[in-house]
């Protein structure tokens, strides 16, 4: 077995930006621990609050955000966390050469039902400034609490999937993930198909119609409503998700934030082989203007991802 730990000492990177990853596995290791008890604790409530978005934070949402906030303050290679629990972002260490933009734990709302949440970062070079497109992510990665712990990362050449042992450690258990260039299965939340858009009604009808559509094949919808179970699931066996702009999104830019969701998951499914895009330009060479944006997100296989822009050129 390889441990995360060993595989990092082998990377060709700065060991500083190893570092960095390394503590926000560190992280993750102590919000998995956590979140197995969170029922026990009565830990699974509201938390006072709402976050920058308005959006009620749940009282795990904010102990992950402290406990990211924890390992990187020890750590003097980041310089800045972004993270969409904290309004604005946080200077850390003034020597600190990397800037840290997360979702401590997505997928919140799904906390009581039992369902894979995970962390989301991405890693910046601080000398650029916080507004970089995704194309200029050093590292990015996710950690999925599921039935197993898996931190899936990508410095940009290969993405690797790791497992946490019985004794707190990340091991190597794929170390080139692919995604399928095809698929039959799509993730979107149907229950929004009112506001959609020409092109995403199209390509969900296409789908549906099964054998006698476009594709001549039979689709399947999955849906989890918790972003890294579905874009794991698309990494590990194909799909596209789709989080378009429309009608109720569009005076936000869209559902999902750019900086610490789409930019991350884009950056992996990218190294994996498949694609992302807004629609209208590839999700990484969005140029952001705010730390906090918003943005349309649909990704995954590529041969998928490609019908979807497709519409988008032709429906204007
Ligand atoms: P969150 O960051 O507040 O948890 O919201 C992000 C989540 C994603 O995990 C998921 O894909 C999406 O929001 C689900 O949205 P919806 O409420 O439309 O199902
Ligand atoms: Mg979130």
Known sequence: MTSLADWLAGQSVDPKLASTVASMAAASVEIAGVLRQAAIKGQVVLASGTNVQGEQQKALDVISNDIVLKHLRENAAVSILISEELEEAVHLSNDGKYIIATDPLDGSSNL???????????????????????????????????????????????????????????????????????????????????????????????????????????????????????????????????????????????????????????????????????????????????IHQRVPVILGSAEEVQRVEQLYSTSG
């Open 112 to 290: 009581d039902v039992n369902v894979t949440v995970g962390t989301i970062f991405s890693v910046l070079d601080a000398g650029k400034g916080m507004l970089q497109p995704g194309s200029a992510q050093l590292a990015a990665a996710y950690t999925a609490y599921g039935p197993a712990t898996n931190l899936v990362l990508t410095f940009g050449t290969s993405v690797a999937v790791f497992t946490l042992d019985d004794v707190g450690v990340f091991q190597l258990t794929d170390d080139e993930v692919e995604v399928p260039p095809a698929t039959s299965e799509f993730a979107i939340n149907t229950a929004r198909e009112r506001f959609w858009d020409e092109a995403t009604t199209t390509y969900v009808r296409e789908n549906v119609v099964g054998e006698s559509g476009r594709a001549g094949k039979r689709y399947n919808m999955r849906w989890v409503g918790s972003m890294v179970a579905d874009v794991h699931r698309i990494l590990m066996r194909g799909g596209i998700f789709l989080y378009p702009l429309d009608s109720e999104t569009v005076t936000k830019g869209g559902r999902l934030r750019l900086l610490y969701e789409a930019n991350p998951m884009a950056m992996l499914i990218e190294t994996a082989g498949g694609r992302s895009t807004t629609g209208k330009q590839g999700i990484l060479d969005v140029v952001p203007t705010a």
